[in-house]
């Protein structure tokens, strides 16, 4: 596991996650006090919860980077 942890991660700062081949760029939105994230997808502007991205495990290619 290589990048970023979740402890790192700022309100207002974009990010790239890469997990299973997926590829999330996104913009972190509220921190939720259960150490989840909403998050606003920067291609499809579409909302959702940080967490529902790793929900299947975490990929030997699981990656956090700032953009």
């Given at each position: 596991m290589?990048?970023?942890s979740?402890?790192?991660?700022?309100?207002?700062?974009?990010?790239?996650?890469l997990?299973?081949g997926d590829r999330y760029e996104?913009e972190?939105?509220?921190?939720?006090g259960?150490?989840?994230f909403?998050?606003k997808d920067?291609?499809?502007?579409?909302r959702?919860?940080?967490?529902?991205?790793?929900?299947?495990?975490?990929?030997?290619?699981?990656e956090?980077?700032?953009?």
């Amino acid at each position: 596991m290589a990048g970023l942890s979740f402890d790192v991660l700022r309100v207002g700062k974009k990010y790239r996650l890469l997990n299973f081949g997926d590829r999330y760029e996104f913009e972190i939105e509220r921190i939720i006090g259960n150490g989840d994230f909403k998050v606003k997808d920067l291609n499809t502007l579409e909302r959702f919860l940080l967490k529902d991205t790793i929900k299947f495990g975490k990929g030997k290619d699981f990656e956090i980077r700032e953009l």
